[in-house]
């Protein structure tokens, strides 16, 4: 009885390292998409790099929270 538990809460950290890299890949792409904006539109101040970079941000917290809410 003791294998089940253990595969299960083995499942358990192998999403949550999924998460991990969604996560990252959400702001990489949020500061991507900001910084390709900044060229394209000649901006000083980096402002949709800093926009997006944080929405990306945003986006990431919110699907990790409802990813640890699914795994309870």
Do not use: C, H, R
Request: charged share 20%; no cysteine; aromatic share 16%.
């Amino acid at each position: 009885m003791i294998k089940p538990k253990k595969k299960e809460q083995l499942n358990k950290y192998i999403q949550l390292t999924g998460v991990a890299f969604q996560m990252g890949i959400t702001i990489y792409l949020g500061a991507y998409f900001g910084k390709w904006l900044d060229e394209k539109y000649v901006v000083e101040n980096s402002i949709f790099t800093i926009i997006f970079s944080l929405l990306g941000v945003f986006a990431a917290l919110y699907y990790v929270i409802k990813q640890v809410q699914k795994i309870k």
